[in-house]
């Protein structure tokens, strides 16, 4: 098993004749992700690569039973391409975009309230079930098929950690990019109560940064719900208050969202917060190998 | 994106907010002659910089007359403030906004900004001005009172009333601040602001509301859809690589240590940092060039790096994923030789083909450390600095 995505996955791709959209198609069918539909307003009828393309995301659901989407589109139009594939009951819909303006996300989330899709991202690389699916842009080779479940608000980062833990031939579940914005669809929370609850997840690691009190939410739930592992590397103790830092999410402003808050926040809560960078894969190796 | 106060100003009078009269001056005549013309005695003098705390900084005077206006801005302008928010290299002073001083009854402050876990904006006013909403928010949150807006029916009228009552404001005021909390509801939403801010909102002995300061943060990726908005940008608030950095789609933050480094992804560059720091060194910046790190955009780093004084070591960390490390090793190497780059650099590649990124850069004759891996890539630096 893994979380969210799996062999069973049929992907539309929102987006699918742009730049962006065509080039990550590729690289998701050469992993083995099925990808069975794509939308283009005013494309509709034509193929990408054998691939049907139509004008409306109903329409490829209808058609294809396509049950998740990737959305590769600009960011003055990706909230409404959201919320297209929201309306179309679209189980799991995944944000590539980068830029989109807060208060259209604000609009995302309040239009998805009472609805059954969850949204991974925007501004995210995606999310991988090693072995089985990828939605998103990472590379997929450096992941391995495995044990253990990642959630992250980075994108590089994740594939510093995910080579790091396959280097030392620890396998991933699934490997889950939150987002790097202020407003997003899933957040450390809602991953790690699906990684709890999932049978082949044995332990987590969070990697999480300034800004925003997401992972306080999330060790909150560590500490009184969660029965496995939980590794954590919060990015920014060397961030200046006030300056963003890249993400339109890293910026700690006045008393919240500092790393060493957050990181005295996250050891209390009980998990394992790693401090170098380049000890994250260390220390799941020795949490796996020691006493549970 | 920020703005200077006497433009947020101009945005309230726009949008039916009131502020005090006032006039601006660049030269020491033109403070003289606003004074003047304001007619009014006593008038505060605030210099306009991209930063707060201007009063502990010296940067807002009381002033009497029109000669007096003339002295403290030949004080003032041509010169960098620093105030506590500023750093040690202050603003520069190029702007003075000159405003009638008022008679305060109360005051009090009132906010709008986007609440990130509950996705909506929030309305925030609380008794007493002048503070620091977000600390004082962490450290007294009773005492700040917090109305949530859902963005698909906006902010109603008895969300406004309620805050009035609650700050106890007499209650011929109320319609008044209502009008007031509305109108800056309005700005926020169709100016997509981030943060808006009037600390503080003052009641005059006529009884009426007025906007004592104007703070207004725009979101960055809102601004395609809002020229007039751009339009307001000053790059002379900004640090100049900085502002070089944005043209070419970088994200530059000048920092004080000596070791330059240039990453792709602003997570990775965050963590470069602090593992530079934790092998007791000194990062000089953080530089993200993008998750999809090109030739190009690591010669337009370089540039930024080798701009850069303090920088003594210079340590390229991508992880270029799906992106191919001979391609890039060879783009690495062309800049570094174009830029005749003289410091030691160290390199850490990874990605498709990494061993023949490798090969290429260990052959180039240039001066690079190749590292394998973080741990590897940090004892490095700091041998790389020890060596100089």
């Given at each position: 098993m893994s979380i969210l995505i799996d062999q069973q996955t049929r992907v539309l791709v929102q987006g699918?004749?742009?730049?962006?959209?065509?080039?990550?198609?590729?690289?998701?069918?050469?992993?083995?992700?099925?990808?069975?539909?794509?939308?283009?307003?005013?494309?509709?009828?034509?193929?990408?690569?054998?691939?049907?393309?139509f004008h409306t995301v109903r329409d490829a659901v209808l058609n294809t039973g396509a049950n998740a989407s990737a959305i590769f589109v600009p960011p003055a139009f990706a909230a409404d391409a959201i919320m297209e594939a929201v309306d179309a009951r679209v189980d799991v819909v995944v944000c590539l975009t980068e830029g989109i303006p807060t208060l259209d996300m604000i609009s995302v989330k309040r239009y998805m309230n009472g609805k059954k899709t969850r949204l991974i991202g925007p501004n995210t690389p995606g999310i991988i079930s090693p072995g089985k699916c990828k939605i998103g842009v990472m590379a997929g080779y450096i992941h391995l098929p495995g044990r253990i479940g990642i959630a992250s608000r980075s994108g590089t980062l994740t594939y510093e950690v995910v080579n790091q833990l396959t280097k030392l031939d620890i396998g991933q579940s699934t490997c889950v990019g939150i987002g790097g914005d202020p407003v997003i669809g899933l957040t450390f929370l809602d991953i790690?109560?699906?990684?709890?609850?999932?049978?082949?997840?044995?332990?987590?690691?969070?990697?999480?940064?300034?800004?925003?009190?997401?992972?306080?939410?999330?060790?909150?739930?560590?500490?009184?719900?969660?029965?496995?592992?939980?590794?954590?590397?919060?990015?920014?103790?060397?961030?200046?208050?006030?300056?963003?830092?890249?993400?339109?999410?890293?910026?700690?402003?006045?008393?919240?969202?500092?790393?060493?808050?957050?990181?005295?926040?996250?050891?209390?809560?009980?998990m394992t917060v790693v401090k170098n960078p380049g000890e994250i894969g260390d220390t799941v190796a020795r949490l796996l190998a020691g006493p549970a | 994106m920020k703005i200077h106060e006497y433009q947020a100003k101009a945005l309230f009078k726009a949008y039916g907010i009131p502020i005090p009269r006032s006039a601006l001056a660049q030269t020491p005549a033109e403070a003289a002659k606003a004074a003047h013309e304001l007619g009014t005695s006593p008038l505060v003098v605030k210099a306009q910089i991209h930063a707060g705390g201007r009063g502990k900084g010296g940067g807002i005077r009381v002033i009497g007359t029109p000669a007096e206006a003339e002295m403290v801005a030949s004080q003032l302008l041509g010169t960098r403030l620093v105030t506590p928010q500023t750093g040690e290299e202050g603003r520069p002073v190029e702007t003075l906004l000159i405003e009638e001083a008022l008679t305060i009854v109360t005051e009090v402050y009132l906010g709008i900004t986007i609440d990130r876990s509950r996705s909506c904006p929030v309305v925030l006013a609380s008794k007493g001005g002048g503070m620091e909403v977000e600390k004082f928010a962490a450290e007294e949150p009773h005492k700040v009172m917090?109305?949530?807006?859902?963005?698909?029916?906006?902010?109603?009228?008895?969300?406004?009333?309620?805050?009035?009552?609650?700050?106890?404001?007499?209650?011929?005021a109320v319609r008044k601040i209502s009008?007031?909390?509305?109108?800056?509801?309005?700005?926020?939403?169709?100016?997509?602001?981030?943060?808006?801010?009037?600390?503080?909102?003052?009641?005059?002995?006529?009884?009426?509301?007025?906007?004592?300061?104007?703070?207004?943060?725009?979101?960055?990726?809102?601004?395609?859809?809002?020229?007039?908005?751009?339009?307001?940008?000053?790059?002379?608030?900004?640090?100049?690589?900085?502002?070089?950095?944005?043209?070419?789609?970088?994200?530059?933050?000048?920092?004080?240590?000596?070791?330059?480094?240039?990453?792709?992804?602003?997570?990775?560059?965050?963590?470069?940092?602090?593992?530079?720091?934790?092998?007791?060194?000194?990062?000089?910046?953080?530089?993200?060039?993008?998750?999809?790190?090109?030739?190009?955009?690591?010669?337009?780093?370089?540039?930024?790096?080798?701009?850069?004084?303090?920088?003594?070591?210079?340590?390229?960390?991508?992880?270029?994923?799906?992106?191919?490390?001979?391609?890039?090793?060879?783009?690495?190497?062309?800049?570094?030789?174009?830029?005749?780059?003289?410091?030691?650099?160290?390199?850490?590649?990874?990605?498709?083909?990494?061993?023949?990124?490798?090969?290429?850069?260990?052959?180039?004759?240039?001066?690079?450390?190749?590292?394998?891996?973080?741990?590897?890539?940090?004892?490095?630096?700091?041998?790389?600095?020890?060596?100089?």
């Open positions: 699918i004749t742009g730049a962006e959209g065509s080039f990550h198609t590729r690289r998701m069918m050469e992993y083995g992700t099925t990808v069975v539909a794509g939308v283009t307003p005013g494309k509709g009828g034509q193929t990408f690569d054998g691939i049907p393309i790690l109560q699906l990684f709890e609850e999932d049978r082949d997840t044995d332990a987590v690691v969070i990697i999480g940064e300034i800004g925003g009190t997401a992972e306080e939410e999330a060790a909150e739930f560590f500490s009184q719900r969660m029965s496995k592992h939980v590794i954590a590397f919060v990015a920014g103790i060397t961030a200046p208050a006030g300056r963003r830092m890249g993400h339109a999410g890293a910026i700690v402003s006045g008393g919240a969202g500092g790393a060493r808050e957050k990181i005295a926040f996250l050891e209390k809560a009980g | 917090i109305e949530e807006i859902d963005p698909a029916v906006g902010l109603r009228p008895f969300q406004a009333s309620r805050i009035c009552y609650d700050l106890n404001l007499q209650a011929s009008g007031l909390i509305f109108a800056l509801y309005q700005l926020f939403i169709e100016k997509d602001c981030s943060l808006a801010e009037i600390n503080p909102l003052v009641m005059t002995g006529m009884g009426d509301p007025v906007a004592l300061d104007a703070k207004l943060n725009f979101d960055d990726n809102a601004l395609f859809r809002h020229p007039e908005i751009i339009a307001l940008r000053d790059i002379s608030q900004e640090n100049p690589l900085e502002v070089e950095a944005s043209r070419y789609n970088l994200n530059y933050i000048k920092l004080k240590g000596n070791v330059g480094c240039m990453v792709n992804g602003a997570g990775l560059a965050m963590a470069t940092m602090d593992l530079i720091k934790r092998a007791g060194a000194e990062p000089a910046n953080f530089l993200d060039i993008g998750g999809g790190a090109t030739a190009e955009t690591v010669r337009e780093g370089f540039k930024l790096l080798l701009a850069d004084r303090d920088v003594q070591v210079i340590f390229i960390n991508i992880f270029g994923g799906i992106l191919r490390c001979d391609t890039l090793a060879r783009g690495v190497v062309k800049a570094a030789a174009e830029l005749v780059v003289d410091l030691p650099m160290v390199v850490r590649l990874e990605g498709t083909n990494v061993e023949k990124g490798r090969q290429i850069l260990s052959d180039s004759g240039l001066k690079f450390t190749v590292a394998s891996g973080l741990k590897d890539a940090a004892e490095k630096v700091v041998a790389g600095l020890s060596s100089r």
